[in-house]
């Protein structure tokens, strides 16, 4: 079932431009906007404050920060602090980053990701009921007598960035729901709800309340070409680069073809394998073309499973144009369809 329909944007511009992308996003009527913190871009946490300081409707979600830089207990006070902030407008989520963490010589020695990130969610969404952690961590140093000092207003949906079949599972077990990443498709939607589920059967739980969003890059534009051009590149850059279970979720994707995509990045760089990215790769894992491509598109996502599409990176050749006809043509229109279908 669609419930809501958001934009994810980056930490590598300015904070002032992406504060303003987001009041704007909130004045446009999009559900959600999702902040990520890659690399030693900008904080999370500080643009995410001021974001919650200076709207009104809009939830901001951390998608998201990792246990790794800073400590899961620090984690809960910043999360309770933001949901303060903005009057409970915010989800929280972590991830392992795996791959970032390792780019940048962070992940400590004997680094277990998965039972790290498990153990700071399950603390992470313990701490925030006002309650002591608990238990004692195995990756980080606490006492189970560990609480906050102040309990939060409202309540904290706490979200996991997963990826592969483990973590999904995971998201069943002690998430309130997933952030899937760079490259989701709808068949990776699909396959990532039934990994959800299975874990949360495991641990008795209902996969009915854990909400599923997800980045999906996104195009639209009036010329139908120059919209499905824009992806190419960040097509070509995260094919080289994303888990192997993306790919094979993807449905019918030429494994060959994504093969020379990723040579030709390796060995040339990004634009070469950028000139290798075909129709059938646009179509399966981006959302790009017309209002009516992108709407028809998106409806393939909500279709398998996909509750929140956050429109991601791209948007478009001229993205001031896009942010506003995926608000005032888009949204209304998954809106109608989710309608639509749910009377049918």
């Given at each position: 079932?669609?419930?809501?329909?958001?934009?994810?944007?980056?930490?590598?511009?300015?904070?002032?431009?992406?504060?303003?992308?987001?009041?704007?996003?909130?004045?446009?009527?999009?559900?959600?906007?999702s902040?990520?913190?890659?690399?030693?871009?900008?904080?999370?946490?500080?643009?995410?404050?001021?974001?919650?300081?200076?709207?009104?409707q809009?939830?901001?979600?951390?998608?998201?920060?990792?246990?790794?830089?800073?400590?899961?207990?620090?984690?809960a006070?910043?999360?309770?602090?933001?949901?303060?902030?903005?009057?409970?407008?915010?989800?929280?989520?972590?991830?392992?980053?795996?791959?970032?963490?390792?780019a940048?010589?962070?992940?400590?020695?004997?680094?277990?990701?998965?039972?790290?990130?498990?153990?700071?969610?399950?603390?992470?969404?313990?701490l925030?009921?006002?309650?002591p952690?608990?238990?004692?961590?195995?990756?980080?140093?606490?006492?189970?007598?560990?609480?906050?000092?102040f309990?939060?207003?409202?309540p904290?949906?706490?979200?996991?960035?997963?990826?592969?079949?483990r973590?999904?599972?995971?998201?069943?077990?002690?998430?309130?729901?997933?952030?899937?990443?760079?490259?989701a498709?709808?068949?990776?939607?699909s396959?990532?709800?039934?990994?959800?589920?299975?874990g949360?059967?495991?641990?008795?739980?209902?996969?009915a309340?854990?909400?599923?969003?997800?980045?999906?890059?996104?195009?639209?534009?009036?010329?139908?070409?120059?919209?499905?051009d824009?992806?190419?590149?960040?097509?070509?850059?995260?094919?080289?680069?994303?888990?192997?279970?993306?790919?094979?979720?993807?449905?019918d994707?030429?494994?060959?073809?994504v093969?020379?995509?990723?040579?030709?990045?390796?060995?040339?760089?990004?634009?070469?394998?950028?000139?290798?990215v075909?129709?059938?790769?646009?179509?399966?894992?981006?959302?790009?073309?017309?209002?009516?491509?992108?709407?028809?598109?998106?409806g393939?996502?909500?279709?398998?499973?996909?509750?929140?599409?956050?429109?991601?990176?791209?948007?478009?050749?001229?993205?001031?144009?896009?942010?506003?006809?995926?608000?005032?043509?888009?949204?209304?229109?998954?809106l109608?369809?989710?309608?639509?279908?749910?009377?049918?």
């Open positions: 079932m669609f419930k809501g329909f958001g934009i994810s944007l980056s930490n590598e511009d300015p904070a002032e431009n992406t504060l303003a992308m987001i009041q704007r996003a909130d004045q446009l009527g999009y559900d959600e906007v902040l990520p913190e890659s690399r030693h871009f900008r904080s999370v946490f500080s643009v995410a404050a001021a974001a919650l300081a200076t709207t009104d809009i939830t901001v979600r951390i998608g998201v920060t990792n246990p790794v830089t800073r400590h899961p207990t620090i984690l006070m910043e999360a309770g602090t933001l949901a303060e902030i903005g009057n409970g407008r915010l989800r929280f989520g972590i991830g392992a980053a795996a791959w970032t963490m390792r940048l010589g962070y992940a400590p020695d004997r680094w277990k990701p998965y039972t790290n990130t498990v153990e700071a969610a399950r603390a992470i969404r313990q925030l009921t006002g309650q952690l608990g238990f004692t961590p195995t990756t980080f140093s606490a006492s189970p007598e560990t609480s906050l000092d309990t939060p207003p409202h904290i949906p706490v979200d996991l960035g997963a990826v592969n079949a973590m999904m599972e995971a998201v069943g077990e002690v998430g309130d729901g997933v952030q899937l990443g760079a490259l498709s709808p068949g990776y939607v396959w990532a709800r039934e990994r959800m589920t299975i949360a059967t495991r641990a008795g739980r209902d996969p309340h854990m909400l599923v969003a997800s980045n999906v890059l996104t195009s639209v534009a009036r010329d139908r070409r120059m919209a499905r824009a992806v190419r590149d960040v097509l070509a850059y995260y094919l080289h680069r994303v888990e192997s279970i993306m790919i094979e979720a993807g449905g994707v030429d494994r060959d073809q093969a020379r995509i990723g040579a030709a990045v390796r060995d040339h760089g990004v634009d070469a394998g950028a000139k290798l075909n129709g059938d790769l646009i179509d399966t894992f981006a959302v790009a073309g017309t209002v009516e491509d992108v709407v028809e598109g998106f393939r996502f909500i279709a398998a499973g996909l509750e929140v599409p956050l429109a991601w990176y791209t948007f478009g050749p001229d993205p001031d144009w896009a942010i506003d006809v995926l608000a005032s043509e888009v949204r209304p229109a998954l109608d369809l989710d309608a639509r279908t749910s009377d049918g």
